[in-house]
């Protein structure tokens, strides 16, 4: 009986030890690593960031938002009957006018083409204080609804709803924001990550240069880095009085038709965590590693197929009836 005794002790005692052990590893690592995911989170990595000139015959748009700022945007379309409107998100410290080179073709085909700069970028109003890192955060929704909202105001609106076609941080403000509204039909990206996705591979890898017992780092399931990858971002975003988004959630409930693409030799956005965010979208989806590209070079390593590919998915998903644009907003 005696040994009864102190087997049930014991059993009952362990599972109490294991959580007094893993709650000092976590408070030993909050401590020991957050600070580093918090600095490397906040660094912008160099980005060669495509910049057009202005188009003679654009519309020159002003769009407000909801928190009183004004975004410069441009809505290009073409004389000719209207096959759907486009929604372009740009990528991160692009302008306005870079949109051309992705949707010059689109508009070829019929499509009108809508773009914005977003808040402290380009010629929009600068919120003050803020300080726009590369991840999407509740700035870049707010800029999204109201491009949203302005295309919904005018005259030619298309009743049926649009089509969003974003590059890297615009491709994820976009299905943020398209998540919660219906009148996005579909949406092609290129380029999308997620904070959370993209920054635990790399906790991994910073903290086996800082420690050195390899034994822990591989019994640490990839939700507990995910724990510390999250309280980071939220920390930051704390400090610069802004929520990060992320985009993993609102892929689980965008469930439109989705073309993901994404270069295989991205050296910021590795393959596999694009992948893994593509998990997360509900179908109808479809997935096109580009052979080559670098973030965000798939247009120029795979120019003709990069266009047809984009092209095909809007005219099965978003092209319906022909509809001649009214004259109203010319």
Request: with cysteine.
């Amino acid at each position: 009986m005696l040994w009864i005794s102190i087997g049930m002790a014991v059993l009952l005692t362990l599972p109490l030890v294991l959580f007094i052990l893993l709650a000092a590893l976590y408070w030993y690592l909050r401590l020991a690593y957050v600070p580093f995911i918090e600095r490397i989170f906040q660094e912008i990595p160099y980005f060669n960031v495509p910049r057009g000139q202005p188009l003679p015959g654009a519309e020159h748009v002003a769009v407000p938002t909801s928190d009183g700022l004004t975004l410069a945007g441009c809505y290009f379309r073409r004389c000719r009957p209207r096959r759907g409107v486009i929604l372009f998100g740009l990528e991160f410290g692009s302008n306005r006018w870079s949109c051309l080179a992705y949707c010059e073709h689109l508009l070829e085909a019929g499509y009108d083409v809508f773009t914005y700069e977003p808040r402290n970028q380009g010629d929009s109003d600068a919120e003050p204080k803020l300080e726009p890192l590369q991840w999407v955060s509740d700035r870049d929704l707010r800029d999204a609804q109201a491009a949203l909202a302005y295309l919904k105001s005018r005259p030619d609106a298309d009743p049926n709803g649009i089509g969003w076609f974003g590059i890297s941080k615009g491709a994820g403000a976009g299905i943020v924001a398209a998540a919660e509204d219906s009148y996005v039909r579909c949406a092609v990206t290129d380029g999308m990550y997620s904070s959370c996705i993209t920054v635990v591979p790399y906790m991994r890898h910073w903290i086996r240069i800082y420690n050195k017992n390899y034994t822990v780092q591989e019994l640490l399931p990839t939700w507990y880095y995910a724990l510390f990858a999250k309280l980071g971002i939220r920390r930051v975003g704390r400090q610069r009085g802004v929520e990060f988004l992320h985009v993993e959630q609102a892929l689980r409930r965008f469930g439109r038709p989705l073309l993901m693409l994404h270069g295989q030799q991205d050296g910021y956005i590795q393959p596999e965590m694009a992948l893994k965010l593509f998990e997360h979208a509900r179908p109808p989806k479809d997935f096109w590693m580009i052979p080559g590209a670098n973030h965000n070079k798939g247009l120029e390593v795979a120019g003709d197929e990069y266009r047809r590919r984009v092209r095909d998915f809007f005219d099965q998903h978003l092209a319906g009836e022909l509809v001649q644009p009214s004259q109203s907003a010319a």
